[in-house]
């Protein structure tokens, strides 16, 4: 199985800062990647696809990058509602797999 | 509007056997694969299977967690996926979610309990 690992685990952040989360793949997905949203007692909603590609109606703020085994996600200028728990996963090969999450906390 | 409702969720005793139920609306559900994630109690997301469109054949992928326990099936005709879970053990109770595709809608969850 592919192997997603996310860092840091977690992170404290204040309002309007920009935050950088990573995920490494343990073997090359090409750009099979995605990333998810998790508000406490929510279902986790798709931010990105394709790596870098923004869902319809995710604002802009979001961004992905890269490619092969190495992914971000940037979440620039935080809000209130951006503090939350964020996945990512591949799809390139099954089983998919998720990293163990990322935990966006108020500083 | 995409929707996808789970149901059937509820409290078993380890080794019986429930299903789950994902009724889909808003788009044209025999088009898309469909997956099941879950969640167990503080703990991360975990995709455990998914049946693929008639075009693939309905071809079904497991996780090894619960390949030859649990079934995803599939009726078009009702736009519903099923996820049939036997022997059912204590460390299967989480929150279940069905979603779309590649994961890019999910319902609200169903949560299962398995415990004496």
């Known amino acids: 199985d592919i192997q997603m690992t996310q860092s840091p685990p977690s992170l404290s952040a204040s309002v309007g800062d920009r935050v950088t989360i990573s995920c490494r793949a343990s073997?090359?997905?090409?750009?099979?990647l995605a990333w998810f949203q998790q508000e406490p007692g929510k279902a986790p909603k798709a931010l990105i696809y394709?790596?870098?590609s923004l869902h319809s109606g995710v604002p802009s703020k979001f961004s992905g990058s890269g490619s092969g085994t190495d992914f971000t996600l940037t979440i620039s200028s935080l809000l209130p509602e951006d503090f939350a728990t964020y996945y990512c996963?591949?799809?390139?090969?099954?089983?998919?797999?998720f990293g163990q999450g990322t935990k966006v906390e108020i500083k | 509007e995409v929707q996808l409702v789970e149901s059937g969720g509820g409290l078993i005793q380890p080794g019986r056997s429930l299903r789950l139920s994902c009724a889909a609306s808003?788009?044209?559900?025999?088009?898309?694969?469909m997956s099941w994630i879950r969640q167990a109690p503080g703990q991360g997301l975990e995709w455990i299977g998914c049946i693929k469109s008639k075009t693939f054949g309905w071809a079904t992928e497991y996780a090894a967690s619960v390949k030859g326990r649990f079934t995803v099936s599939r009726d078009d005709s009702k736009s519903i996926t099923y996820l049939e879970m036997n022997s059912l053990k204590t460390e299967d109770t989480a929150v279940y979610y069905c979603?779309?595709?590649?994961?890019?809608?999910w319902g609200q969850g169903a949560l299962v309990t398995v415990s004496s």
């Open positions: 394709g790596a870098s």
């Open positions: 073997q090359d997905i090409s750009n099979h």
């Open positions: 808003g788009f044209n559900f025999g088009a898309y694969a």
């Open positions: 996963q591949q799809y390139h090969t099954y089983p998919w797999t």
């Open positions: 979603a779309r595709s590649t994961l890019s809608y």
